[in-house]
């Protein structure tokens, strides 16, 4: 869990990458339905997603868990969601999750790094002008077409974007601060907050074993 921009995903696909685990995002998950063949979901996914929306509490969960279900007797990793206390709850009624990760990072560190994100419309696809720039300035690297930046990542957009964050997510990391099972990482650098990261995985998810001896996180 982390606010727009926190560098989840970076961090979560060096998490599954080191110790093994199935790796689940939700935003790209949504964003795979939403482009695919006409069916009920995808029409219902695409809906909310061209109005700039948030497909609601309802639909994610309905999507998600049969999806989790599948990876039945592996262990994985989730990266944006839960995002609600409902979507949470949901999610308990599942399983129960041995690790939550929270990323705190500052405001200005936030600003810049949106500032520099860049993002393919029709596919989703997300470049960052610092960490992974496209092969040629402002064009997709599969399609050639231009980037372009979002309205939500611009410095007006995110302040209101970080409120709405904060409000939204501080009854699940209460809940799972309740359980036991939050960790929280503070910091501007993403390599500099991961030895800290890596060591307390390592101590609950010994590197490159089998997927079927390790516990899910979130």
Known sequence: MGPPGSGKG?????????????????????????????????????????????????????????????????????????????????????????????????????????????????????????????RVKGKDDITGEALVQSEDDKPEALMTRLRHYKDVAKPVLDLYKSQGILHAFSGTDTDRIWPYMNSILSAKLPAQQSESHLPPVA
């Open 10 to 134: 970076t961090i979560s696909k060096r998490i599954a990458q080191n110790f093994g685990l199935q790796y689940l995002s939700c935003a790209e998950f949504l964003q795979d339905i939403g482009t695919a063949n006409e069916t009920e979901a995808s029409v219902l996914v695409k809906s909310y997603i061209d109005k700039r929306m948030l497909v609601p509490d309802h639909v994610v969960t309905g999507l998600m868990l049969p999806r989790l279900e599948q990876l039945s007797g592996h262990s994985w990793l989730l990266e944006g969601y839960p995002r609600t206390l409902g979507q949470a709850r949901a999610l308990n009624e599942l399983c129960q999750l041995d690790m939550v990760i929270s990323l705190n990072i500052p405001y200005e560190t936030l600003r810049e790094r949106l500032s520099d994100k860049w993002i393919h419309p029709a596919s989703g696809r997300v470049y960052n002008m610092t960490f992974n720039p496209p």
